[in-house]
């Protein structure tokens, strides 16, 4: 099955800080969502982005279909930013199944 | 978007016992996806869950161990039956909404099997 591997598994930021997190995928999709899970485990969708970029305030993020990358921009990022990371994919062929990746686990600290 | 309630919202049980989740949407969907996440780990897709038909689960996953109904098209339950400390997990619903097959989960079950 399709492989989604994110980077770096674990960040630990300066509040206002930036960053950049990355996901790859092997095989090719139909789309990719990329989530928040915050401390109490919730799961907030943050982008439905199949190809192309988006803007969310100070999150962004870029897919590449093509070669197989999407990445998630932080700006300016604040304490309520830390959580964990997920980018999932819907395989082509894959139906309506999510294949989720590794996760990045951030820490934003004052 | 759709709005997910999942009851209880965690859970300690002992070992050998099974427990229901309930899994509640705010409108109807066609499918609705059974997750888990075990401790430190990503999320796993469980089965799907069709109303009026069996639920398809994905391998590793077998039906005794997960039962799964979809009585109607806003609400399904899992059971983990004969849970041993293994099964200690969150569990997560999800459906599919807004137009698209962006997925929506629900706030997630907390169990801690002892």
């Known amino acids: 099955g399709i492989q989604v591997e994110q980077s770096p598994p674990d960040l630990i930021l300066q509040e206002g800080a930036n960053s950049t997190l990355r996901c790859n995928f092997s095989d090719s999709v139909n789309n990719l969502q990329w989530f928040h899970q915050n401390p109490w485990g919730q799961l907030i969708n943050l982008f439905y982005?199949?190809?192309g970029t988006k803007q969310n305030g100070r999150l962004s993020a870029t897919t590449v279909a093509t070669e197989r990358y999407s990445l998630l921009y932080i700006s300016s990022s604040q304490t309520t930013d830390s959580g964990v990371y997920f980018c999932?994919?819907?395989?082509?062929?894959?139906?309506?199944?999510?294949?989720f990746g590794t996760g990045t686990q951030l820490k934003v600290e004052l | 978007s759709a709005v997910i309630s999942q009851k209880p919202s965690r859970d300690i049980c002992q070992r050998g016992t099974s427990l229901t989740i309930q899994c509640q949407v705010d409108s109807q969907v066609t499918m609705m996806f059974w997750y888990r996440q075990q401790p430190g780990q990503s999320l796993t897709l469980i089965a799907t869950?069709?109303?009026?038909?069996?639920?398809?689960?994905e391998s590793g996953f077998v039906i005794d161990k997960f039962p799964i109904s979809r009585p109607n098209l806003t609400f399904s339950t899992l059971t983990v039956s004969n849970m041993s400390p293994e099964d200690s997990s969150i569990y997560l619903c999800?459906?599919?909404?807004?137009?698209?097959?962006?997925?929506?989960f629900g706030p997630g079950t907390r169990l801690t099997v002892l």
């Open positions: 999932a994919v819907h395989p082509t062929g894959g139906g309506n199944k999510l294949t």
């Open positions: 982005i199949p190809s």
């Open positions: 869950a069709n109303q009026g038909s069996e639920a398809t689960y």
């Open positions: 999800s459906v599919e909404g807004g137009g698209t097959d962006t997925q929506y």
